[in-house]
């Protein structure tokens, strides 16, 4: 059982595209439970888990992934790697295969030189979909998502690094930053509510932050994160408002090669936002 016991990194390779996925099985106190993150949503429990010998298998239910059945997961361990099927919305399985989580334990490195991300425009930045519209654009120099399209990625890739982001949106408008391509930041107008896994500052789907410190819409925030392994810090408008390690991807992960350095990514397909300073650190 031990073998099995855990966090992975795992793909679920569709004809479509992958579906990066992250799961965690431990024994609490003798007792094996489990968390799961998909494509998409959150950290979620895996209610249905059995293990035999090097052999996993585990259900849940959907939560946006928009299947009526349960996912459903058959996988075998050899040593740090594992492999098997998934059925997530058809009959037919897909084949999964993927890592070990890495511990990514380290301390801080020396601050190299900042990198403004938006001072070349959109060169810098790709778009993550090509079917979907791009409604991003340069005004004046601030970094503009007008309408729901694509998310857009940066064309440089950063493994630890401290951000700085200044930024607005309209009310009722939802985006995000993804660390690293694969931990998000969590952009929302909901000024004035409780804090929750979802809400302003949120590493999504895992930790609330301490307080709601976000402005109301229409007014620009200033966040600094820093990302050094797993371990996060967050200050929104002056408030630390979250200071913990992130457990694995969040829904919307580019991958879930957590070992590697990854993009800055931003979030257009839930709705309008504008970047007027992205500045990033390099932590080496």
């Known amino acids: 059982m031990s073998s099995v ?16 996925s992250w799961f965690e099985i431990s024994n609490d106190l003798g007792e094996i439970v489990g968390r799961y993150v998909g494509i998409w949503g959150s950290s979620r429990p895996i209610p249905s888990i ?8 585990f259900a849940l239910p959907p939560q946006y992934e928009g299947c009526k059945s349960d996912l459903r997961f058959e996988l075998t361990i050899e040593g740090d790697y594992i492999s098997g099927q998934a059925w997530i919305w058809e009959d037919e399985p897909y084949p999964v295969s ?9 301390a801080a490195g020396t601050p190299g030189e900042p990198i403004d991300l938006i001072a070349a425009g959109l060169e810098g930045f790709t778009a993550r979909w090509t079917d979907m ?23 440089q890739k950063f493994t630890d690094f401290r951000l700085e982001a ?4 309209p ?11 694969r931990y998000e930041f969590q952009i929302l107008d909901d000024f004035g509510s409780e804090p929750s896994v979802g809400s ?27 990302l050094i392994g797993r371990k996060v810090t967050v200050e929104l408008n002056g408030h630390l408002v979250v200071e913990d ?34 500045l990033l650190t390099p932590l080496s």
């Open 98 to 106: 993927g890592t070990r989580a890495p511990a990514m334990d380290r």
């Open 133 to 155: 519209a791009f409604n991003w654009s340069m005004e004046n120099g601030i970094l503009v998502n007008s309408a729901k399209g694509t998310d857009i990625v940066s064309i």
């Open 245 to 278: 390690t992130i457990p694995g991807i969040t829904g919307g992960a580019l991958d879930s090669n957590e070992g590697e350095p990854g993009p800055i990514l931003l979030q257009g397909d839930h709705g309008p936002v504008s970047f007027r300073k992205l």
């Open 50 to 57: 059995v293990i035999d010998g090097n052999r996993l298998s």
């Open 5 to 20: 016991l855990g966090a992975w990194d795992v793909t679920v390779h569709r004809p479509s595209g992958p579906f990066p």
């Open 200 to 226: 302003s500052a949120a590493i999504y789907g895992f930790f609330a932050p301490n307080r709601n410190a976000i402005h109301p819409a229409e007014e620009w925030n200033h966040a600094v994160i820093e």
């Open 166 to 169: 200044e930024y607005t949106y």
């Open 171 to 181: 009310e009722k408008s939802n985006s995000g930053i993804y660390l690293r391509g």
